[in-house]
């Protein structure tokens, strides 16, 4: 008897798990629909657009990871990187200046869009937490979410 409810409980919890990752999969698919495919063409042109000169490659490479991120954001968070600190500051800095505030302005302006209905206020408020990112990206990284910790 303890073995079938053994069993019993491990599949309810990998129903569970299943149900989150399928809300996930819908969540993204909404989004990518609404707005990552947009936002993530906006990074990967900033991309491109960073490196025309060796001094713009980091940032470069740094738009098109957020690119990713922005497309598919639902199951995955933003950590912050432990050894980022001046260099990683100054670069936020010229990041904004170069590219980083258009893209800050999008993730505002689409967010204030999705809020308009019930259902895109979820949405919305992933795009105002992406705006934080966007905002200085150099210094954080994209993590999938079972892996951080607390």
Known sequence: ????????????????GG??????TIGNIVWL????????IGYVVAGVLMFISIIGIPFGIASFR????VLWPFGRTV??????????????II???????????????VGVVLCVTIIGIPLGIVSFKMANLAFS?????????RDVVG
């Open 1 to 16: 008897m303890s073995a079938e409810f053994a069993r019993g409980e491990r599949s309810c919890e990998l129903a569970d």
């Open 19 to 24: 149900y989150r990752a399928e809300m996930r």
């Open 33 to 40: 629909v609404l707005a990552g495919t947009w936002l993530a």
């Open 66 to 69: 957020l690119a990713g991120y």
């Open 79 to 92: 950590v912050k990187k432990p050894t980022s600190g001046v260099p990683s500051f100054i670069g936020n």
């Open 95 to 109: 990041w904004l200046i170069f590219g980083g505030l258009e893209m800050v302005v999008a993730h505002l302006l």
């Open 137 to 145: 990206p150099l210094g954080h990284e994209v993590v999938p979410t």
